[in-house]
């Protein structure tokens, strides 16, 4: 799409905007309120559906790194874990037939 993306197991978790003051993390949307509700300044809900599910815009300039970097982390962890969990389906799937 343009812009430069952070990946793990073939998955999104993170993305650089356009203009790079703001990045983007995919969070789970009770994630994101905490985020939010301790940082309102830096975090916020990207807009429509992506922001109902849980990705947040990062205002890079003002967020505190280790901030950033526990919502990165945790943008990991649900990417690897999602990739387990596709994993353990691919293999349902093939033994029910």
Same mark, same amino acid.
């Given at each position: 799409?343009?812009?430069?993306?952070?990946?793990?197991?073939?998955? &999104?978790?993170? %993305?650089?905007?356009?203009?790079?003051?703001?990045?983007?993390? @995919?969070? %789970?949307?009770?994630?994101?309120?905490?985020? &939010?509700?301790?940082?309102?300044?830096?975090?916020?809900?990207?807009?429509?559906?992506?922001?109902?599910s849980g990705c947040?815009?990062?205002?890079?300039?003002?967020?505190?790194?280790?901030?950033?970097?526990?919502?990165? %982390?945790?943008?990991?962890?649900?990417?690897?874990?999602?990739?387990?969990?596709t994993k353990t389906? @691919? @293999?349902?799937?093939?033994?029910?037939?």
């Amino acid at each position: 799409m343009g812009h430069p993306d952070f990946r793990a197991h073939g998955r &999104i978790f993170a %993305t650089l905007h356009h203009d790079r003051l703001w990045g983007m993390v @995919k969070l %789970t949307p009770e994630q994101q309120q905490t985020f &939010i509700r301790d940082d309102r300044d830096s975090f916020k809900p990207e807009p429509g559906a992506w922001g109902a599910s849980g990705c947040t815009a990062v205002q890079l300039a003002r967020v505190d790194g280790n901030l950033l970097g526990e919502a990165l %982390t945790l943008a990991w962890q649900a990417t690897k874990n999602a990739r387990a969990t596709t994993k353990t389906t @691919k @293999k349902t799937k093939k033994g029910a037939r």
